[in-house]
């Protein structure tokens, strides 16, 4: 079945490195790929989402490629803040339109000053 | 975008009792997902809800462990039956907006600890 790979966390870094969080993806068809962010206390919300093959989400400085031919979906900032700090899951959704999404298990970024 | 509110945010339960969580979503919705997410782990699909059909289940999840009512299109109810320590947890209920892929959101969450 489908599923999604992420690295494993957590990621440390210091304000203004550079960030990396690799995705990678099975799936059958042409899968939706997505990043959700989830803040300390806060629900998740949907950080970017590309749909097709090149299309390059981005959203507050971070931006992801989907990559057919490698299956993937990394996350990338080119300067994180303190604020940025929180838990981030790559999805992915089936073909279909409206199904459930898949997530990975989640990468916890810490940032300090 | 979605507002979808789920109720009790929080709540400690002991173990072998039952608890309902709801779920509203502020428009109609065809289809509504509730995922499970244990401490330190990703989002686990339970099972999709559409309106006027029986709710479709992931395997490991059965529908006599939770089950699920779906009674309009902007209103669903979960489960948690007899419960036991390992079903502590984050309960979400989430919904699709927008067209063609367009976004999943998510409600804040509804936290159960059983002790």
């Known amino acids: 079945g489908d599923s999604v790979t992420q690295m494993e966390g957590p990621v440390t870094l210091s304000e203004e490195a550079f960030l990396t969080i690799n995705c990678t993806y099975t799936?059958?068809?042409?899968?939706?790929l997505f990043w959700y962010v989830q803040y300390p206390g806060e629900g998740l919300q949907l950080l970017l989402k590309?749909?097709?093959?090149?299309d390059k989400g981005s959203n507050k400085g971070f931006e992801a490629t989907y990559r057919k031919e490698t299956t993937s979906f990394h996350l990338e900032k080119g300067s994180v803040q303190v604020s940025d700090s929180a838990v981030y899951f790559c999805?992915?959704?089936?073909?279909?339109?409206?199904?459930?999404?898949?997530f990975g298990k989640g990468t916890t970024l810490s940032v300090s000053s | 975008s979605a507002v979808i509110s789920q109720k009790p945010s929080r709540d400690i339960c002991q173990r072998g009792t039952s608890l309902t969580i709801q779920c509203q979503v502020d428009s109609q919705v065809t289809m509504m997902f509730w995922y499970r997410q244990q401490p330190g782990q990703s989002l686990t699909l339970i099972a999709t809800a559409n309106q006027g059909s029986e709710a479709t289940y992931e395997s490991g999840f059965v529908i006599d462990k939770f089950p699920i009512s779906r009674p309009n299109l902007t209103f669903s109810t979960l489960t948690v039956s007899n419960m036991s320590p390992e079903d502590s947890s984050i309960y979400l209920c989430s919904v699709w907006q927008g067209a063609n892929t367009g976004e999943l959101f998510f409600g804040e969450g509804s936290r159960l600890t059983v002790l």
């Open positions: 799936a059958t068809g042409y899968p939706s």
């Open positions: 590309a749909t097709k093959a090149d």
């Open positions: 999805a992915l959704s089936g073909g279909q339109a409206g199904t459930a999404l898949i």
